[in-house]
């Protein structure tokens, strides 16, 4: 099993930045990929980033490109979220997941942490 954990959540003008960070604990070894998604109050979660655990090759949403970066520190098991030039439509519960090696689908996910950002 994988185990994650997000957190950086929390409020912010718009125009501001948030770092979020995925803690991945457990059986690290069976990782992929690492995505972030989002889900925003009535609407389905949406996928924001990926990155491949081992090469480093990332994904953005064209709905943040240019916007959000997504990184990692294998050495710290962590994934980042750079998020900047927030916008109130970025407001949602931002998930990170994890996708095993040999699957098509993010099996394991955190809990969540709440992203607001005020007009």
């Known amino acids: 099993q994988v185990q994650l954990v997000e957190s950086g959540g929390g409020l912010v003008q718009a125009g501001g930045s948030l770092r979020l960070s995925c803690a991945a604990s457990?059986?690290?070894?069976?990782?992929?990929?690492m995505g972030w998604f989002r889900e925003a109050p009535g609407k389905e979660r949406e996928f924001v980033a990926s990155?491949?655990?081992?090469?480093?090759?990332?994904g953005v949403a064209s709905s943040v490109k240019g916007r959000y970066t997504i990184s990692r520190d294998n050495a710290k098991n962590t994934v980042y979220l750079q998020m900047n030039s927030l916008k109130p439509e970025d407001t949602a519960v931002y998930y990170c997941?994890?996708?095993?090696?040999?699957?098509?689908?993010?099996?394991?996910w955190g809990q969540g942490t709440q992203v607001t950002v005020s007009s």
């Open positions: 990155i491949t655990w081992s090469g480093g090759s990332t």
């Open positions: 997941a994890a996708q095993p090696l040999g699957s098509a689908k993010y099996a394991h």
């Open positions: 457990g059986r690290t070894f069976s990782i992929y990929s």
